[in-house]
């Protein structure tokens, strides 16, 4: 017999309210037990809420939505309690006393949402996203992914493989047939080439999905004493960093989290970069240099008194940064800077933040787009155009093997969207859920 699950969905306690959620065959008779009556479907109805005893538990504002019309699609039901921890805790371990009902697992009533066809893979991921969500932009991007979009397109091209093996597989058994189109290759492998060009396009998308969803990763770097940990300090506006006018303060990589106009910015201050460091200051440079080669901007920080020049990884763009400009004096505001600031007085912080916000929105111009967002849609996309990648240009290859090479990227693109069976995947995927939802 399937088990009827419940769990707090609203969140730490004490609070004003909190939701105990239930989903299962057991809903209505576990409702009727507490209440004493089962409610209109979908209509808030004030009960006290009893245990087994007869002991009242709690005033209670009790929910029942009958399925397949509910979250789960099976029959749900909520109980608005007071948000004491020892209220909760009664109510819980009321229902725990009923037989065939258990806590939910983390993600559980999503998994069974899904289970149930409420919606697909893709879709629930993107409302684990959208639970997750810290900015605007990331709150948007996951909304609109949680509609039904990706599918759509994977189901588009599953089409077009599905219909090009048909045409192959009847060529194979009905060649010598008059209705049957003869020389598949000669009109359908251009077509299937554009499939493979078009999932590699797809593909190249995830890293606007991964600057979205992480956020926009911004590092710090420079000689000692350029001011990096003041800076770091400035943007996050709180004190971050330990500054000191001794060089060599900073010897691990430190983070602060910005929201630049909706933007997530993770702004990395790291050890300062010079010749013939200590064992401890060797070890904060290599991490320095480590997060540098990973970042999307680099802000190249020199205190323009005295500029000290550092190697930088290539292939990162950067920006150069002239800081301390307030102890500059009579120095010009040389061309070799892109900027020039003070770190101590926020001369110059406005227009960094607004070059950080043009250079950040350029990197998730793509938001409103169809975009893979989570690596397994890469590694599943790529494998499907791998396959296509063989059945188009092998031609050597037996047109059965070519047919088949196509089934296997339709069943790639199926996984994604779990339209194919991804039974191994679900523990993974929903265990990222907070338990309650």
Wanted: glycine share 8%; hydrophobic share 40%.
């Amino acid at each position: 017999m399937r088990e009827t699950i419940f769990a707090l969905s609203s969140g730490a306690l004490p609070s004003g309210v909190a939701v105990v959620r239930l989903s299962g065959p057991d809903t209505a008779d576990a409702l009727v037990s507490l209440a004493g009556e089962l409610p209109q479907p979908r209509r808030a109805t004030l009960k006290a809420l009893r245990d087994q005893d007869g002991v009242v538990l709690d005033k209670s504002l009790v929910l029942f939505f009958p399925g397949p019309e509910s979250f789960t699609g099976e029959d749900c039901g909520e109980l608005h309690l007071h948000g004491g921890r020892a209220v909760v805790r009664a109510v819980l371990e009321t229902l725990s006393r009923r037989k065939y009902f258990r806590l939910a697992e983390a993600g559980e009533f999503t998994r069974r949402a899904f289970l149930n066809g409420k919606f697909n893979l893709t879709e629930a991921e993107a409302l684990s996203d959208l639970i997750a969500a810290e900015t605007e932009t990331q709150r948007r991007f996951a909304l609109s992914n949680s509609e039904d979009r990706h599918k759509r397109l994977y189901d588009e091209w599953r089409k077009i493989l599905i219909q090009t093996r048909a045409m192959i597989e009847a060529e194979l058994d009905f060649a010598d047939e008059e209705d049957v189109p003869g020389s598949v290759g000669d009109r359908v492998w251009q077509g299937v080439e554009r499939l493979r060009d078009s999932l590699k396009h797809h593909a190249a998308g995830y890293r606007t999905a991964e600057i979205i969803r992480e956020g926009f990763r911004v590092v710090i770097l420079g000689a000692p004493n350029a001011g990096k940990s003041s800076l770091l300090n400035t943007l996050a506006r709180r004190d971050i960093a330990i500054v000191t006018e001794e060089p060599g303060t900073t010897r691990d990589v430190l983070e602060a989290i910005l929201d630049v106009d909706g933007i997530r910015v993770i702004l990395t201050d790291t050890a300062g970069i010079r010749e013939n460091p200590g064992r401890v200051e060797a070890l904060g440079i290599d991490r320095a240099i480590d997060r540098a080669r990973q970042a999307d901007l680099l802000l190249l920080l020199e205190d323009c008194s005295n500029p000290v020049s550092i190697d930088i990884p290539h292939d990162v763009p950067y920006l150069r940064i002239g800081n301390k400009v307030d102890l500059a004096g009579g120095v010009p505001k040389s061309t070799l800077y892109d900027l020039l600031i003070s770190a101590r007085t926020g001369e110059g912080i406005d227009s960094l933040l607004n070059k950080l916000r043009s250079i950040a929105e350029t990197a998730t111009t793509g938001a409103t787009e169809t975009l893979p967002f989570r690596e397994r849609h890469v590694q599943l996309i790529l494998e499907a155009a791998e396959h296509v990648e063989r059945a188009a240009t092998q031609y050597n290859l037996p047109l059965e093997i070519r047919a088949e090479e196509l089934r296997l990227a339709a069943d790639a693109l199926g996984r994604i969207t779990g339209t194919i069976d991804v039974e191994d995947l679900l523990d993974t995927i929903f265990s990222q859920f907070c338990i309650g939802k």
